[in-house]
């Protein structure tokens, strides 16, 4: 499996062959100039929920690559009136396609598309696979309810964000890793607006201190999982 970061809290993720694409937010985020949108690759675009620093450029590249829109009901119902294919999803439900298993799980937040159209209920993703099992928490506050994930799911790592103001900061994230019961977390969320900039290297110390890895990867950069 294969990590690529393109900046706030969009990610590519290689996996058993597909490409999946997080939370499509580039052409606007000014950190992530140096990313050329027109060519990254994606077989399915998974959005968390419906504000536009999560799907700003879902339908220049769902249009492109023709990528399936996974996410919750009423965003796929929005991306379906406009020609893209999707596959709705609620939470607790889960479905197998052919990278994996994704099932949609429980966040802290809100949704509204930046036209007024309700987005659903916030969500995150839990993605199982032959290549490993990870967590993606899209934006949430820490929530008891990610204590079912570490009962529930064994995770090779998790992309949690860190970032505050608008989702849980650093030191929850912390705690969010030991609720989950996983020790390799890749932030996300933080840095791309005033009120979310973050200290680096006390955010990693944080995470020391709890016996987890927080890796904050370079903008571009891509790694092995
Ligand atoms: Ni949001
Ligand atoms: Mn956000």
Redesign the pocket.
Known sequence: MNLTYYG??CFGVEVNGKHLLFDPFISQNPLAKNIDNTKIPSDYILIS?A?Q??LADVEAIAKRTNAKIISNYEIVSYYEKKGMKGHGMNFGGSWQFDFGKVTYVVAI?SSQFPDGTFGGNPGGFIVESKEGNFYFAG?TALTMDMKLIGVRYKLDFALL?IGNN??MDYFDAATCAEFIECDKIIGM?YDTFTPIKIDHENAIEEFERNGKELSLMKIGETIAM
Do not use: I, K, R
């Open positions: 706030h809290s929920h504000h620093d999560h937040h934006d964000p608008y989702t969320h």
